[in-house]
């Protein structure tokens, strides 16, 4: 599935949540700048599934978007027909993971706890969102490899510069970056693009340096 290799060889999803549809394009463009070209929109943002068409259409291979928050099967369908290419969720939801296989894209649920981990998988998840890291910490993506070595974990939730390194010693194969990327709530200028292209950039270096 070029889909999952894309996010397997990139490995950064910017998550953007509750930006101006306006702006996006213009934050898309910022972020590719800097080497990070996986893209999540979340479905609570506004006006999220025509924005995700736009992006799609903007950057076509360029860039790989998705959609995020995504809590059933009927909004998994919806996203998907505006052009995502994957599928993110807070939780395990079977409809949606069995949705989104449907058409053929990336599904990556929610789960925390080990046996909500195994049953995403076992359902037919892609890769698992290990959400809220944060709460868990690196060392939880160490402990869960050891009796469930085969499944692909995404930490999300708290993921920084200081401990994204950590998170890819540790196992990860991906990782989801919201607000420490992406603050939809800073005015979209021209020094802050200037900004958010460096930021991706050095999140981008400090994950190539821990897999080095």
Known sequence: ????????????????????????????RALKDGG????????????????????????GDEVLVGAGTVLDAESARAAL??????????TVNRQTIEMTKRYGAVS???????????????HGADIIKVFPANAVGVSYIKDIHGPLPHIPLMPTGGVDLTNIGGYFRAGAVAAGLGSSLVNAKHQV?????????????????EVNKSLS
Not at 110 to 117: D, K, N, S, V
Not at 190 to 203: G, R, V
């Open 1 to 28: 599935m070029k889909a999952l290799a894309h996010i397997l060889e990139h490995k950064i999803i910017a998550i953007i949540r509750g930006a101006n549809p306006e702006d996006v394009l213009a934050i898309s």
């Open 36 to 59: 990070v070209s996986i893209l999540e929109i979340t479905l609570n943002s506004p006006k999220a599934l025509s924005t995700i068409e736009k992006v799609a259409d903007e950057f």
């Open 81 to 90: 027909l505006s052009g995502a290419k994957f599928i993110l969720s807070p």
């Open 108 to 122: 990556i649920p929610g789960a925390l706890t080990p046996t909500e981990i195994l049953t995403a998988y076992e």
């Open 189 to 205: 200028t021209e020094s802050y693009l200037n900004d958010l292209t460096e930021k991706a950039a050095a999140f981008v270096a």
